[in-house]
């Protein structure tokens, strides 16, 4: 089967998979339903970025595209606006018409992180302000560079708790969001410890 994906989804999306090479399921794109979802472990990335369409005619199945350090850049160094993804049951192979390159073959689907379970109830969404880590930060940014030809836009941050991850919205992008934990910074820490020792001393003190 053969597929035309655009360069700049590829891209972009590959940003917020891991770089780790011992997390082979995270160095994966899925192809879900007009969607692309990836994820670092840190950070998840859900696209809708439209329906990719294969040569045989109407959309493309569900399909996972895995990515090493060698395919990465040979990504980053296409620079045709489409690239025609080849494969089967044993091959896969990304060509920008010049070049190509042969993919590893990614596990199953049924092994991709199950990133709906860590969507939450969007009826409970509220503005907030939270730490933000350097790395998602860089994410971010590589992101919008990639899609917008820019660095960071404006987003607004939304949560259902102090404690649990929140939504990253770009503000000039609908078709896309991000989710991500808050940083857990030093100063959260020394909180975390001061809590505990007080605790402690109450405990003994009473006993």
């Known amino acids: 089967m053969k597929l035309l994906i655009p360069a700049e989804v590829l891209k972009a999306a590959t940003v917020y998979t891991s ?52 395919s990465l850049k040979f990504l980053k160094a296409a620079n045709k606006g489409v690239l025609a993804f080849h494969y089967d049951t044993e091959t896969r192979v990304l060509s920008d018409g010049e070049q190509s390159i042969t993919l590893h073959k990614p596990s199953k689907i049924a092994n991709f992180p199950e990133w709906r379970k860590v969507m939450p109830d969007v009826q409970n969404l509220t503005p907030c302000f939270s730490t933000i880590g350097t790395e998602i930060i860089a994410h971010y940014t590589e992101y919008m560079k990639v899609r917008k030809g820019k660095g960071v836009k404006a987003f607004t941050l939304l949560t259902t708790s102090k404690e649990g991850g929140f939504f990253i919205m770009p503000e000039d992008l609908a078709d896309c969001f991000i989710i991500a934990m808050p940083a857990r910074t030093l100063k959260n820490l020394d909180n975390q410890l001061e809590t505990i020792n007080t605790v402690s001393g109450i405990k003994a003190t009473a006993t």
């Open 19 to 70: 770089k780790d090479k011992t997390r082979y399921n995270l160095k994966c794109l899925l192809f879900e339903d007009g969607k692309v979802i990836a994820t670092n472990g840190h950070s998840l990335l859900v696209w809708r970025h439209g329906t990719i369409l294969s040569n045989e005619g109407g959309k493309a199945p569900d399909f996972l595209m895995a990515f090493d350090n060698t």
